[in-house]
């Protein structure tokens, strides 16, 4: 096991835990991405998206440049939702403009039968870089690791890449229930082993993303999603060389199911921006903190009303108390066309307003 320095700003951890923070801790879905000038050049060099997160050095170098950048209070993995489905060999690639894509889907019933977890060896490119991005950190902030849930993958390995309407993996739920239930199950064991070798390669927190739990329908969510994502939090360590590692879930388009999620055994729970974050708070109660919920396109207006919205949500959300907890964050993933300095004037506006509601 790799040596780390000692963490200096612990503040993004105790938030998830629910204890007492001096402030409230921000860190941005895809905070290291195409809005950064200093991306587009070190993905230039890498030449391609996977080019950039299959190779450890450059994944370090592009998770680094918004933490060097911002005064945020975490980092996060340098990699993509679907490295789990395409160690199953299912040949993901990258098409401009029109996102991931797989080159073989599982539909079939012997396409289902022939689907098995992947060895993790397959994705030691993704834990070279956890270690090699924890190393760089040196203790500056805590390093989150992530997956996409079962539910998710499933979304993309049935349709073969994103969907609007996701028609074909909706009649093989109401079809073919059993086949679902196969897919999710193997995606559920293939997720909690990625995620626990990323705790073990370095990771000190780790997140899930249902990208696609909001497209289900009351009680298929529950039953083909958030069981699913239950039997991984259940399956994670949860702790490291005596260390808490905090677990976020977070299904965009939600909102509806929070009070369920809050008992699938998770730290925290994030929320997209439909969410009304004091009503969530009273909802979940002391039983996960929070993680949210600023609506991304305000980065595109100016420099006061991003102030003005960023106090909305924390006034919204009210001073944490004891067994309480908030975590500050967009409601989804920042857009590729987001002005740099917006996010240094949001960053700023968070740390600023939440010291002053912890002294008023």
């Not at 993509?80 to 993901?92: H, K, N, R, Y």
């Not at 834990?127 to 190393?135: G, K, L, M, P």
Request: glycine share 8%; net charge negative.
């Amino acid at each position: 096991m790799p040596q780390f320095a000692p963490l200096q700003n612990d503040t993004f951890l105790r938030a998830l835990l629910r204890q007492p923070t001096d402030y409230t801790p921000v860190w941005l879905m895809r905070q290291a991405g195409r809005y950064l000038p200093e991306y587009r050049a070190t993905r230039a060099r890498a030449g391609s998206f996977l080019g950039l997160a299959k190779n450890p050095d450059f994944a370090t170098e592009v998770t680094l440049q918004p933490i060097d950048r911002y005064p945020l209070d975490a980092s996060i993995l340098f990699s993509d939702i679907l490295t789990v489905p395409d160690a199953m060999g299912l040949g993901l690639y990258f098409e401009d403009g029109e996102g991931p894509k797989f080159e073989r889907t599982v539909r079939t019933e012997a396409e289902v039968a022939a689907l098995r977890v992947p060895d993790m060896a397959s994705l030691q490119y993704v834990f070279d870089a956890v270690t090699s991005i924890r190393t760089a950190l040196n203790g500056r902030v805590p390093l989150i690791g992530f997956s996409g849930s079962p539910w998710t993958l499933a979304c993309y390995m049935v349709e073969g890449g994103g969907s609007r309407e996701f028609h074909t993996i909706k009649k093989m739920l109401y079809a073919r229930p059993d086949l679902m239930h196969r897919i999710l199950d193997i995606n559920a064991e293939a997720v909690a082993q990625y995620l626990n070798a990323q705790i073990d390669a370095g990771a000190q927190a780790v997140m899930i993303f249902d990208s696609w739990g909001g497209a289900l329908a009351d009680g298929a969510y529950q039953a083909f999603s958030l069981a699913s994502m239950r039997k991984v939090v259940a399956q994670l360590q949860r702790e490291k060389d005596g260390v808490r590692i905090p677990a976020i879930v977070f299904t965009k388009g939600g909102g509806l199911w929070l009070d369920e999620m809050a008992d699938i055994g998770a730290d925290a729970l994030g929320v997209d921006w439909t969410v009304n974050l004091g009503r969530a708070r009273a909802q979940v109660g002391d039983r996960v903190a929070l993680q949210g919920n600023l609506d991304p396109a305000i980065l595109f207006a100016g420099p006061e009303q991003i102030r003005a919205e960023v106090e909305k949500a924390l006034a919204s959300y009210g001073t944490p108390s004891a067994g309480h907890g908030h975590v500050f964050n967009l409601g989804h993933g920042i857009s590729q066309f987001t002005p740099p300095e917006s996010v240094t004037a949001m960053v700023h506006a968070v740390h600023d307003f939440s010291r002053r509601q912890r002294t008023a």
